[in-house]
């Protein structure tokens, strides 16, 4: 009797790269719903977790509708709980494409049996899309944090280190004791060429509160290069992708990401010089008093670098275009209800032209404009350009000082007879940073 | 006579050996069907049941139209084919009360959309992306003379659902469709009052011609 038991058990702890198990995968993306919704219900009595068949019939009756939540809740929070679901697919042994229809299942389920209310169009669509990009993210990041080689408190630190960002991957590696089991790493562990640079000191923004004044407060930054977009041969979905996570004491200033889903060289990959297109999924979350914008999108565009002398010296530029797939905004009269902010599709580009030093970007030029067309909230069309200048002066072979200059320009035009709003909002910021990198010697 | 037996069983086992000994038969192992390579194009039509919902809404509108759609694409992999599809519903009919049912409703979705062939057999699942169109033409008055009021919008479109591919030659297949189109419109002015923030959501079985 204890042999079969023995023989599951070893299989689990052992099978550091787990075969496929969809119906794995679909329960634990059920058993997530039925989790917080229970939370909801039995610890913190809310109303609207206290749902039943009765409900469900009103919802599949219904249907969809734009709900009125807060702006970090529609576009952090649910797209983070779209990771979890995402990541019950990854952790459960499928691969990218094969765990998307977890995250749009789970939500979809959520959205129809875990609430009271309707279900809402824009969370759909932020749980799903948002949660594939950041699940994928923060998959790969979780495995880089863990370490199946290291034993000890190294290990534990690890593994304690990666739950927040992947807790459903924690979760299903505890279960199988693969918290304590020493084994290969999967290939997501190792990025090949990574830069992540670690920064805190000051921000200084205008009108950031109000039409006047200046603001300063305290400012942290992380910046993850996972990959290197031109260097690195395309893999896999997200195999090269770019974080950014923006923290003052407001809380989370912008979480901002784009992972390739597809990359192929435009010229031989052994030349000096290099341009590859790639086709990315960007998730971009900007919120501050003055500033509310965030979406899902897709972008096609060409990633190029120039290699001048030999120390690993060069230059980057990028050139893309992007459609929203939905995006939200707020401005003077959007909204809903409660809601202070609109959503819609876009269009927009981007481009950007840096100095570099084995990947190491110490000088950044960039610009980027976005148009949303509301569907949800005010009559209007809303475009955002964002540009500034950011460099790196290093100090010691870690350390150095960071500084940036960006403007935030927003222009609404509004179809029913109000007046164009046009504002704009600059912003500096002074950081002392730590910056690591690695690079594939020899990679071109 | 018992000659002649013998004669037949030695032929019999002769016979018999000669076909143990002769190579395994050379026939050609039975290839899959290659419906799904190259570019493609899928044309269909079929019943479809739109149900519009908007903000303020106590309740949602319900009418049934004609659907037709038209994909194009390539192949991914030989499970997974990407295409563009086109797809509008038309109801002549249509209401947003019980007093303006003599509107004209289309309601369209131009999405890029995945088709995922889980096993060998023609089932296919689908998922798409991509930007919506709805125009409502209202008469101007109770007695639909003079010009009609038309308020047209553009948002977002996604589209899932499932099907079937039926092979009826190497190159043609009829393909059953179930699928839900869910398009994001926006405001639709309407001759005395808006409609706000409008979602409508199409129900569509469907039959279509395959080329591949």
């Known amino acids: 009797m204890t042999a079969p038991i023995l023989a599951v058990l070893a299989l689990l702890q052992f099978d550091t790269v787990p075969k496929p198990k969809p119906l794995l995968a679909v329960g634990e993306a059920l ?31 219904l249907g969809w509708e734009w709900d009125e939540d807060a702006f970090p809740t529609n576009m952090f929070a649910h797209p983070y709980h779209g990771g979890l679901y995402f990541n019950a697919g990854r952790s459960n042994g499928l691969g990218y494409f094969e765990s998307v229809p977890i995250a749009f299942m789970g939500s979809w389920t959520w959205e129809y049996l875990g609430e009271t209310y309707r279900p809402s169009l824009n969370d759909w669509f932020m749980t799903s899309f948002g949660g594939i990009t950041l699940g994928e993210m923060f998959h790969r990041v979780g495995a880089t944090i863990r370490d199946n080689r290291a034993r000890g408190f190294d290990r534990t630190w690890r593994e304690l280190a990666a739950l927040p960002i992947d807790p459903i991957g924690g979760f299903n590696r505890l279960i199988r004791g693969q918290w304590k089991a020493t084994g290969p790493n999967p290939a997501e562990h190792d990025p090949g060429a990574y830069v992540l640079r670690v920064g805190g000191g000051i921000r200084f923004a205008r009108r950031l509160a109000a039409d006047t004044g200046f603001w300063s407060m305290g400012t942290v930054l992380v910046d993850l290069l996972y990959g290197d977009q031109v260097g690195q041969e395309y893999r896999a979905p997200f195999d090269v992708f ?12 912008a979480l901002r990401g784009s992972g390739r889903l597809y990359a192929t060289n ?21 919120k501050n008093p003055s500033q509310s914008v965030g979406g899902q999108s897709v972008e096609i565009g060409i990633n190029s670098r120039w290699l001048f002398g030999s120390k690993g010296f060069g230059i ?22 409660e809601r202070h902010y609109d959503f819609g599709p876009g269009l927009g580009a981007r481009w950007e032209v840096a100095l570099e030093k084995h990947g190491v970007r110490f000088l950044r030029l960039f610009s980027q404009l976005e148009w949303i067309h509301a569907v949800s909230g005010a009559s209007a069309d809303h475009v955002v350009d964002f540009g500034g200048i950011e460099g790196a002066l290093p100090i ?24 164009r709003d046009r504002r704009e909002y600059p912003e500096a910021r002074l950081l002392l940073v730590w910056t690591k990198a690695g690079f594939v010697p020899g990679q071109r | 006579m018992k000659r002649v037996l013998w004669l037949l069983a030695l032929g019999l086992c002769c016979g018999s050996a000669a076909v143990a000994q002769e190579p395994a038969p050379t026939a050609p192992i039975p290839r899959p069907k290659r419906h799904r390579s190259g570019l493609w194009g899928e044309l269909g039509s079929g019943p479809g049941y739109v149900r519009v919902a908007c903000s303020d809404c106590t309740d949602v509108i319900g009418a049934s139209g004609a659907t037709s759609y038209l994909r194009i694409g390539g192949v991914i992999s030989r499970n997974v084919v990407i295409g563009v599809e086109i797809f509008s519903l038309l109801d002549q009919t249509f209401g947003f009360a019980s007093q303006d049912s003599n509107a004209v409703a289309e309601t369209g979705t131009a999405t890029i959309t995945l088709l995922w062939y889980p096993g060998k057999s023609g089932l296919f699942f689908k998922g798409g992306v991509g930007a919506a169109f709805g125009e409502f033409s209202v008469p101007s008055d109770s007695t639909n003379v003079g010009t009609d009021t038309t308020s047209s919008g553009g948002g977002i479109g996604m589209t899932f659902g499932l099907g079937y591919d ?14 839900a189109f869910v398009t994001a419109l926006g405001d639709v002015v309407l001759p005395g009052h808006n409609v706000d923030d409008v979602i409508a959501t199409v129900y569509q079985l469907s039959i279509g011609f395959t080329i591949r």
């Open chain 1, 242 to 253: 770019s974080l950014r996570l923006l923290v003052t004491s407001q809380g989370i200033n």
């Open chain 2, 166 to 179: 039926f092979p009826i030659s190497r190159k043609f297949a009829i393909t059953a469709n179930a699928a």
């Open chain 1, 316 to 337: 980057r530029t990028a050139l893309f275009g992007d459609g929203i797939i939905l995006g939200a905004i707020d401005a003077p009269g959007t909204g809903f209800g």
């Open chain 1, 266 to 286: 435009l010229n031989s990959p052994a030349g000096r010089n290099r341009h590859m297109l790639a086709l990315n999924q960007r998730y971009d979350f900007i």
């Open chain 1, 396 to 419: 010691t072979r870690r350390l150095g000082l960071a500084a940036s200059s960006t403007i935030f320009g927003r222009v609404s035009n509004y179809t029913d007879g109000r007046p």
């Open chain 1, 31 to 61: 058993l997530i719903n039925l989790f917080v919704n229970r939370v909801d219900a039995w610890a913190f009595n809310q109303d609207w977790a206290h749902t039943g068949p009765k409900y469900w019939a009103k919802n599949l009756r």
